[in-house]
């Protein structure tokens, strides 16, 4: 009788939560997924294959170890981690013990459970509904995003690093260029003395050559303060004091240009880190709308113990002292209908934001390697015209100093052909920096790094 009883209460409670489900939850968004959500690849961009400079992978798998950013990341990591074995904990019963000593009293007779013993007191909540599970699985996608999100951290350091580090050795091209427009400078200005000592040039145009010479010496300390600058800042990323940053003497483009700009495959895309994480999330934010619809269902809690209680110490361990119980409760939320309501409004405001974020990062990746592709083969078309303009006009220098010697043109026509020479190869030297830069840009954009 009692059991009948049990289960007509079970099957009313069971239609009462049905009902309540039924007024208060909604359809939800279904998410397209890319199989799980692969966090790596096999088409992604590794960067040890896309940077072949052995002085900057060294470099960035110093930084990968002793960045700041990085080691705060890992701890993020461990949290997530833990909180997401903190979800799958609640899925299994938790058994605790106690130990109890009371003064030995007549009215510890008439109460069995009070009094000396040991306890094993164990409670289990049943999951009927999968709540539970929807809850661990939004845990396991929000550890999930944090590994993205580390993977994140890693792939913009990756590319700060290796920009940094061109930075330093397009300033080493600027060093070379300026030095050689020194030394050119420094000839025609000593030519140019020596015509006025023999009445053949004026003072004027002394002044003038050493002008252009002394201008082109303030350009090199200004290069030089600019190089600590990226050194300093290499120091800071590798999380160590200032020290000398080692890099390639002779200026090579020395990224490998493998990427198909007219033909990138949709999965560097999706696989980068970001988008990865947003989705996560967006699956997270399901499972949480789907563990607050099931919080209108009725709820199992089994809690079932074992103990050894006597009000006297000396019979402890006696048959007379064994004590269990089952205690079985079946909860339902009746009067909490508007909060479980406000909760699952929430959670489903949540998830139409991070349906709104996954879709806005997927745009902003795509529109982010459209320009930089586009930017490459505008640089690419500009530096092979520079490339042209200083081979003529690295021509007209000699001329022009040949011609100056013999008085066929004026030392204005020098100093201008020489001032082009090393301001078009300084342009060029701009021009490159930007296309290596671009270059790292879309290695990031791809998703590359990790």
């Known amino acids: ?110 109460n069995p459970i009070m009094g000396n013993g040991v306890s094993f007191i164990s409670s289990w909540e049943i999951d009927l509904w999968g709540k539970l599970n929807s809850q661990k699985k939004a845990a396991k996608s929000r550890f999930l995003a944090s590994e993205q999100s580390s993977r994140l951290i890693k792939t913009n350091l990756i590319s700060e690093i290796a920009k940094a580090y061109y930075e330093l050795v397009f300033f080493d091209e600027e060093l070379r260029v300026t030095d050689k427009n020194i030394n050119l400078q420094s000839n025609a200005l000593e030519i140019v003395k ?38 300093n800042l290499i120091n800071l990323l590798l999380n160590k004091a200032y020290q000398p940053i080692e890099r390639d003497k002779d200026f090579t483009m020395d990224i490998k240009q493998q990427i198909e700009l007219k033909n990138i495959p949709s999965e560097y895309i999706t696989n980068r880190p970001d988008i990865v994480e947003a989705n996560l999330q967006l699956h997270a934010a399901g499972f949480d709308v789907k563990a607050a619809q099931k919080a209108f269902f009725p709820s199992l809690m089994i809690q079932p113990n074992f103990g050894l209680i006597s009000d006297n110490p000396a019979t402890i361990l006696s ?22 309501k406000s909760y699952l409004n929430i959670r489903k405001a949540e998830q139409k934001q991070a349906l709104i974020n996954y879709k806005h990062k997927l745009y902003k990746a795509f529109a982010e390697v459209s320009e930089n592709i586009a930017k490459i083969e505008s640089t690419q078309n500009e530096i092979i015209i520079l490339k042209n303009e200083v081979a003529v006009l690295d021509s007209a220098v000699s001329n ?30 701009s021009i490159e920096k930007e296309h290596c830069h671009l270059w790292i840009d879309l290695f990031r954009s791809l998703g590359g790094g990790y």
Not at 401 to 406: A, E, F, P, R, S
């Open 1 to 110: 009788m009692t059991k009948k009883i049990y289960l007509l209460i079970f099957s009313l409670l069971c239609c009462y939560s049905v009902s309540l489900y039924s007024n208060n939850a909604k359809a939800t968004t279904k998410v397209k997924t890319h199989s799980e959500v692969q966090s790596f690849v096999d088409s992604k961009l590794e960067w040890r294959n896309f940077f072949k400079s052995s002085k900057l992978i060294s470099i960035i798998d110093s930084a990968l170890i002793t960045n700041a950013d990085i080691q705060q990341a890992m701890y993020q990591l461990e949290i997530a981690n833990n909180y997401y074995r903190m979800s799958k904990g609640a899925l299994y019963p938790s058994l605790n013990i106690g130990a109890s000593y009371s003064p030995t009293s007549g009215w510890l007779k008439s």
């Open 194 to 231: 020596v015509q006025k000592e023999a009445g053949k040039a004026t003072n004027l145009a002394v002044l003038q050559f050493e002008a252009q010479l002394l201008e082109s010496k303030t350009k090199k300390f200004e290069i030089e303060r600019k190089i600590i600058f990226y050194e």
């Open 319 to 340: 048959p007379l002292a064994v004590s269990w119980g089952l205690f079985n409760s079946l909860t339902l939320p009746i009067f909490q209908n508007n909060v479980l």
């Open 400 to 429: 022009s100093n040949d011609l100056y010697i013999y008085g066929y043109a004026s030392y204005l026509e020098v100093i201008n052909t020489q001032k082009s020479v090393q301001e078009t190869e300084l342009k060029l030297i």
